[in-house]
């Protein structure tokens, strides 16, 4: 079964940046589209940014568009979230997640991935 493994979260002033990672393992990395999503307490969680499966096309929520940049590297089975000029609604809990079926319409959706990390906190400061 897939592994997802979430690492780069922690504490920073508004304006920094933050780089997460997510670490896929178990099946063919380059078979999945990935996203970013995250939750902050008492609130659902919401779409962050997604990736296709050959890195070519990009998905963000407009909350995060211009700021976050997601990438990945199919050599490394590995999902990159970059997050600069970073702001205190920004804090959460950032999960990554992998998605086999990955239709362009159903990206956005939490329910269309099928693996997901344990998450990585994500504090920003004001």
């Known amino acids: 079964q897939v592994q997802l493994v979430e690492s780069g979260g922690g504490l920073v002033q508004a304006g920094g940046s933050l780089r997460l990672s997510c670490a896929f393992s178990?099946?063919?990395?380059?078979?999945?589209?990935m996203g970013w999503f995250r939750q902050a307490p008492g609130k659902e969680r919401e779409f962050v940014a997604a990736?296709?499966?050959?890195?070519?096309?990009?998905n963000y929520a407009d909350s995060v568009k211009g700021r976050f940049t997601i990438s990945r590297d199919n050599a490394k089975n590995t999902v990159y979230l970059q997050m600069n000029s970073l702001k205190p609604e920004d804090t959460a809990l950032y999960y990554c997640?992998?998605?086999?079926?990955?239709?362009?319409?159903?990206?956005?959706?939490?329910?269309?991935?099928?693996?997901w990390g344990q998450g990585t906190q994500v504090t920003v400061s004001s």
């Open positions: 997640a992998a998605d086999y079926t990955a239709l362009s319409y159903t990206v956005i959706s939490p329910n269309s991935y099928d693996y």
């Open positions: 990736v296709s499966k050959s890195g070519g096309a990009t």
């Open positions: 178990g099946r063919t990395f380059s078979n999945y589209a």
